[in-house]
């Protein structure tokens, strides 16, 4: 088996990991180190408590005003939107203040308030675009089999790579083992994102559930959707979306310790 060289930074109030295979310890080291440069440079355009990042610019628009915004923030929201609509707003990124009040004018990359108070905070998408980023940064490089993950709660496999779903109430126990292969894998729950989860279209906290998990193509989409599945209906909302989506995968662990799975098959 090739040697592995692992590498990592923090960043966007994470651990970002990198496990290189089959390459040169000093090749390995330079591409990644160019690669999670990535995350800094997304973390200063896409945090709410960083005053001139897009987000907080967004934030500070009135009624009517617009602003130019990089291509994470603006790749970031057009994702969110997406993912929003698909799901029937149990993905939402303003905070319920109203997602819908925003839109995008792709000519010019900019984004445009309709009402006052829209609040936009990109903690459950970002870290996975951030995770895409460190991997395209990699393919630049021509490095095709590496592992690149965010703390515990999402990683995306360049080639085929062993990951363990952590029990959120246990972390140091497995709750399942799979072959992740091209595909990337988040996590949400009661440990991985606090016991508090709101569901954005009532308010109130999530119920019946410990855990959620989401593999899909990307790294942003995964982590949109673990969000999303802890808070959408098991078993009608869940299965009814990946049944649209034939690349989603999605398994959900009850309040009764019940695994639940749907879609794609996960290796």
Not at 181 to 195: H, P
Request: glycine share 8%.
């Amino acid at each position: 088996m090739s040697e592995i060289h692992r590498f990592a930074c923090d960043a966007m109030a994470a651990t970002f990991g990198v496990a290189i295979r089959g390459q040169e310890e000093r090749y390995a080291r330079q591409a990644a180190h160019a690669a999670l440069e990535e995350t800094g440079r997304i973390e200063k355009e896409l945090s709410r408590f960083i005053p001139s990042s897009d987000v907080s610019r967004i934030n500070r628009l009135r009624r009517g005003e617009a602003a130019r915004v990089g291509i994470a923030a603006f790749e970031c929201l057009q994702l969110a939107k997406a993912v929003c609509k698909e799901t029937g707003g149990a993905f939402d990124v303003s905070l319920g203040t109203g997602l819908d009040r925003v839109s995008l004018d792709r000519k010019n990359h900019s984004v445009r308030v309709e009402e006052e108070g829209v609040t936009l905070d990109f903690g459950g998408i970002g870290k996975g675009y951030a995770v895409d980023q460190v991997a395209a940064v990699l393919k630049d490089w021509s490095i095709e089999d590496a592992l690149v993950h965010a703390g515990e709660s999402t990683a995306l496999a360049m080639g085929s790579w062993p990951v363990e779903i952590r029990n959120p109430e246990n972390q140091a126990r497995a709750l399942k083992k799979a072959d992740l292969r091209s595909r990337a894998l988040s996590g949400s729950g009661v440990q991985l994102q606090g016991e508090h989860i709101i569901d954005p279209r009532t308010g109130k906290p999530v119920r019946g559930r410990l855990g959620a998990w989401a593999a899909a193509p990307t790294a942003a989409l995964s982590d949109a959707l673990s969000t999303a599945f802890m808070v959408m209906a098991v078993p009608e909302e869940v299965e009814k979306y990946c049944t649209r989506h034939k690349d989603i995968s999605a398994l959900i662990l009850t309040r009764r310790r019940k695994l639940l799975y749907f879609g794609a098959p996960w290796s």
